[in-house]
């Protein structure tokens, strides 16, 4: 299955600053603003690396799921995750569960504002190139979720083993399980065909799924897929936080 002909390496990288900045931003329009600026560069990078037009660059980007897989794993250790010190530092005196429900409101507030974003884009009187609308603005929600599955663990103080990388796989891992990192069962091997690589494909599907509603027609598409994404990543949150509730007060 061939990948979309863009350079793949600036897209994660891109999807990760924009996940990390417009989840700790606290302004509405700044947010916004950063999220339609990714999904420009996005369309006309993919467009212009085609090298044939925006309905080339469609045809590229929705090339298949696996490509889709392969950006997340790799945008993964590029998030920018806040440790359980600076979270402390930043929300002084709270308790941890004061600091995860302040984390998932403001990851929910983030996963909205891409939703929106990308539904104003598609109102333009100007064809987007929707496919990659909908793989970007998958990207930066998938990293909104991601760093926030993180940053659960951290507040928690339960923060997974190993150094960067293997510590942001488990948390891609989390993701896709909606549990906590020691919740996880079968390992984290993301080989094609391996059970944890069917499940990311499957959450995947239906994470784009999701994107795709923001595109909808006029206005009804930025308001439906803000909807849609506060609410599945404050159910997230919500699910990994009760993990992590139950292992810190477990013992």
């Known amino acids: 299955m061939a990948e979309p002909e863009t350079d793949t390496s600036d897209i994660t990288r891109q999807a990760a600053e924009v996940a990390a900045d417009i989840t700790e931003e606290d302004r509405p329009q700044e947010r916004s603003r950063l999220v339609s600026a990714f999904l420009n560069r996005a369309t006309r990078s993919s467009a212009r690396v085609a090298g044939r037009g925006t309905r080339a660059a469609r045809r590229r980007a929705g090339s298949g799921i696996g490509w889709l ?16 010190a600076m979270l402390q530092a930043q929300f002084p005196g709270t308790s941890a569960d004061d600091v995860a429900d302040a984390l998932i409101e403001a990851a929910a507030r983030a996963a909205a504002a891409a939703g929106g974003a990308a539904g104003m884009a598609s109102a333009l009187p100007v064809l987007p190139a929707w496919p990659v609308e909908v793989a970007a603005e998958t990207l930066v929600v998938v990293g909104i979720e991601i760093k926030l599955v993180a940053e659960l663990h951290e507040a928690y103080g339960v923060p997974a083993a190993g150094k960067l990388p293997e510590r942001m796989s488990a948390y891609v891992a989390a993701w896709a399980h909606r549990r906590g990192v020691f919740m996880i069962e079968g390992g984290l091997i993301f080989a094609a065909g391996s059970p944890l ?19 909808g027609p006029l206005l009804t598409g930025a308001a439906a897929g803000a909807i849609f994404n506060r609410r599945e990543t404050r159910k997230l949150g919500r699910d990994v936080q009760r993990d992590l509730r139950r292992r810190a007060i477990g013992p």
Not at 70 to 80: K, N, S, T
């Open 197 to 215: 690589a069917r499940l990311l494909r499957r959450r995947l599907i239906a994470r784009a799924g999701r994107s795709a509603v923001s595109l």
């Open 69 to 84: 897989v392969d950006q997340v794993v790799a945008m993964a250790p590029r998030l920018r995750v806040r440790n359980q």
